[in-house]
């Protein structure tokens, strides 16, 4: 098969696809059911107007995604028949701060594996048209590329986490000493989280935020702030929130367990530094041993050779 062949056989695949996905949506075919056909005479009639509804949903590939939705659902959910690893994606996605489901990131997962299936295989029509892999190598290609699509959204998710993670640990000193202070000025525990999250901005701050809506809406500050560790699962903050507990149900002093802890993250940060300094400088002689060190060697061996071989 030419190369030309190859690409006129792909670019027929896409058109045929196209025009399925166009023809298949069309008024005459598409089926109207019967929600469709009631909701016109159900629907409350809005006096506001339509520039102030929400607006609707961007998705990750947008009307494609949108088009696919159906197949993507029972996608999903066979996916997650088979997967038993959604507890703990559950966990990650709270930990990731989104609102997004374990539902919406397997769909992601299958949008991904999916177009790494097209570029695998495009890539693979292409060198097989070419000559230079065989049949086999193409669905071998294919099936890593679909794979690697499937795997590279599960790294991203982790990629996340982990950048989130170090800025809610970077923010969190501050906040623990603005908390100490409007502590010892008097206020609650809950006085001091609403002014702390009404003063600071960013991931900690958003995540108070959420706990001071949960104790508004009539829960505990100790059972909010148990949730909130449950769903961030960082060391420190597991710490601060096990102190405070304690704090509240015992009455010791508020500031000074905030003080403490807000200390002890700024030491665990500067171990953490002085940790990749280490691994820092060991890396760093690699280059010198491999590298720089031959180089002086045979800058100071080489004269001493040469008086050598005149001598000779």
Not at 16 to 42: D, I, K, M, S, Y
Not at 113 to 134: E, M, N, Q
Not at 264 to 286: F, N, P, S, Y
Not at 293 to 302: D, G, R, W
Request: proline share 5%.
């Amino acid at each position: 098969m030419t190369p030309g062949l190859a690409a006129a056989v792909l670019a027929g695949v896409l058109l045929g696809t196209g025009l399925v996905l166009v023809f298949h949506r069309l008024p005459p075919l598409r089926q109207t059911t019967f929600a469709e056909r009631v909701e016109p005479q159900l629907r409350s009639v809005a006096p506001a107007s339509r520039l102030l509804l929400p607006a609707p949903d961007l998705t990750l590939f947008g009307p494609l995604e949108r088009i696919l939705r159906p197949l993507l659902r029972d996608a999903v959910h066979r996916l997650a028949r088979w997967s038993p690893a959604n507890r703990a994606l559950g966990v990650r996605l709270q930990q990731a701060g989104g609102s997004k489901s374990v539902s919406d990131f397997r769909a992601e997962q299958v949008l991904f594996a999916g177009g790494g299936f097209l570029a695998g295989g495009t890539a693979g029509v292409v060198l097989a048209g070419s000559g230079r892999i065989g049949a086999v190598s193409v669905v071998l290609l294919t099936c890593a590329c679909a794979a690697a699509g499937f795997l590279l959204r599960d790294y991203l998710l982790t990629q996340h986490i982990a950048r989130r993670n170090s800025r809610i640990l970077a923010q969190f000193p501050s906040l623990a000493e603005m908390m100490a202070l409007a502590v010892g000025a008097g206020e609650s525990a809950g006085g001091a989280l609403e002014r702390v999250c009404a003063a600071a901005q960013g991931e900690l701050a958003d995540e108070f935020d959420r706990v001071l809506a949960q104790t508004r809406s009539g829960q505990p500050l100790t059972t909010a702030l148990q949730d909130f560790s449950h769903r961030i699962r960082l060391a420190p903050l597991t710490r601060f929130v096990d102190g405070v507990t304690v704090a509240v149900d015992r009455g010791t002093p508020l500031a000074d367990v905030m003080r403490a802890q807000a200390q002890d993250v700024r030491d665990t940060a500067k171990r953490d530094l002085m940790e990749t300094a280490g691994k820092k400088e060991i890396a760093m002689m690699v280059p010198v041993i491999f590298g720089i060190l031959p180089l002086t060697v045979l800058f100071a061996v080489f004269p001493g050779l040469a008086l050598l071989r005149l001598g000779l």
